[in-house]
């Protein structure tokens, strides 16, 4: 179920009904279902051995196993009614022993014991599986996959053909590879690897991915009479699952005032959540901080409807002298986020804005 970032207020309503004629007589009080666990089971998926659980409310967890006492743990620190958490550290074909421990939002814990058994391993070298590519930016994305047993995390990628390479000699079965430096609106190819410690290399799938294209803001060429006002409008181009954007902008000349900045529709219409603006003519200068609502489905975040271009603000300049008014943007000051909070970098342009007597 799809939700948003946005205050929920919850209203309860309970309906009482009594027949006609006499006393209910006493009620039962209504309070919280007892909390339990709808299941705990540890299984295999795709070569990787996982603890699954659901409750009947959100939890948090701590997960300890090992062969005759526990000697790992995995604290699951994010919330929700269902867990899937892949494990490390454990042998092939082998029997343990795990106690789960399930917390809610008011500290209440419930305890699950049990045991399981690994699998033989499928084959000798490395399993590579759950391959995924995430926050992908227009100059970088963060690729992860998992390996059946612990080994070193070698990435092959590169425009056209993969023949670029990081590596990373630890020996985890969870690997995850920050590509930077990347060209925007450029198509790359990925070749994840993983060697272990008897030097057996499992390969994975080829695979595509496109970085995003560079996200412009922009202000075009004006010009204004002397004494008159003016609306210039701030135009972004090619944003995607934008959760926020700023901006600065400076008149060196000083021969403008700034009278006030107002929404456009590029915020209003892909339903803008708020909307700041500090103007300083003293310092010849305007800042517009702007966010978008961020959509979730369970605690997967899937995309603003901050997307493509348009115009975000309009501006309200007056001229005050003739001449250029020396617009710049600050270019420290004016960038993106997408919906992880990932920095978007803007390319900036400036158009003249000049007063005419």
């Not at 000699?169 to 590879?177: A, P, R, T, W």
Request: aromatic residues 8%.
């Amino acid at each position: 179920m799809i939700q948003r970032i946005l205050l929920v207020t919850v209203l309860a309503v309970v309906l009482v009904s009594c027949g006609s004629g006499g006393s209910s007589g006493p009620t039962t009080p209504v309070g919280p279902e007892e909390f339990s666990l709808d299941y705990c089971r540890v299984v295999e998926v795709d070569g990787r051995m996982r603890v699954e659980w659901s409750a009947n409310r959100i939890t948090t967890g701590e997960f300890r196993y090992g062969q005759t006492v526990f000697t790992q743990i995995v604290n699951i620190t994010t919330p929700a009614d269902t867990h899937s958490v892949a494990l490390s550290n454990y042998s092939f074909n082998s029997l343990y022993i795990y106690r789960l421990t399930a917390i809610d939002a008011e500290g209440n814990r419930l305890e699950y014991t049990g045991d399981f058994e690994t699998p033989d391993k499928a084959t000798p070298e490395p399993i590579l599986s759950q391959l995924r590519i995430l926050e992908v930016t227009e100059a970088s994305a963060r690729v992860m996959w998992q390996t059946d047993e612990p080994a070193s995390t070698i990435l092959y990628y590169g425009v056209g053909t993969a023949s670029d390479s990081i590596t990373n000699s630890e020996m985890v079965m969870d690997h995850v590879v920050l590509l930077g430096g990347l060209s925007s609106s450029t198509l790359y190819a990925l070749r994840p690897e993983a060697v272990d410690a008897d030097g057996l290399r499992g390969v994975g799938p080829d695979s595509l991915f496109a970085t995003a294209a560079l996200l412009t803001l922009s202000i075009p060429p004006t010009q204004l009479s002397l004494g008159d006002t003016i609306v210039v409008p701030v135009t972004i181009e090619a944003a995607s699952d934008l959760s926020a954007l700023q901006y600065a902008i400076e008149f060196t000349a000083g021969n403008v005032e700034i009278v006030g900045i107002s929404e456009g529709p590029f915020f209003d219409d892909n339903e803008g959540f708020n909307f700041f603006r500090a103007i300083a003519n003293g310092d010849n200068r305007l800042t517009n901080t702007m966010t978008w609502v961020i959509e979730y489905d369970g605690n997967e975040r899937i995309g603003t409807h901050a997307d493509g271009s348009g115009v975000v603000a309009y501006l309200e300049l007056r001229g005050l002298e003739p001449g250029s008014a020396g617009a710049e943007f600050v270019a420290d000051s004016s960038f993106g986020l997408d919906m992880f909070a990932q920095m978007r970098a803007c390319s900036l342009r400036a158009g003249a804005i000049t007063v005419i007597p």
